[in-house]
Nanobody
Framework: QVQLVESGGGLVQAGGSLRLSCAAS????????MAWYRQAPGKQRELVAA???????HYADSVKGRFTMSRDNTKNTVYLEMNSLKPEDTAVYYC???????????WGQGTQVTVSS
């Protein structure tokens, strides 16, 4: 079973940048659809970005052009590069893995991103 550990969150001013990392163990990220979700206080968890096993990416409209998701199979890690951050990007960001064969989903513990105005 895959285990996910996120890192890279923190406090940043509006317009700044952060890079989140999600390190996987127990399974290769190449056999999972990897995704980043976020959940702000009082709101539902929402999909931010996803990358398929074939490295196709998908982004929520709210982050297109600002966020970039990538994968390093050699490090078994996925990343979320976040630029031009806005206060509305403030949330707990979660890494998610869905095995392409079993469809089993795994979540990381989450990392807090806070963008001050």
């Amino acid at each position: 079973q895959v285990q996910l550990v996120e890192s890279g969150g923190g406090l940043v001013q509006a317009g700044g940048s952060l890079r989140l990392s999600c390190a996987a163990s127990g399974s290769s990220v190449s056999v999972n659809v990897m995704a980043w979700y976020r959940q702000a206080p009082g709101k539902q968890r929402e999909l931010v970005a996803a990358i398929t096993s074939g490295s196709n990416t998908h982004y929520a409209d709210s982050v297109k052009g600002r966020f970039t998701m990538s994968r390093d199979n050699t490090k078994n890690t996925v990343y979320l590069e976040m630029n031009s951050l806005k206060p509305e990007d403030t949330a707990v960001y979660y890494c998610n893995a869905e095995n392409i064969f079993t469809r089993r989903q795994t979540w990381g513990q989450g990392t807090q991103v806070t963008v001050s105005s």
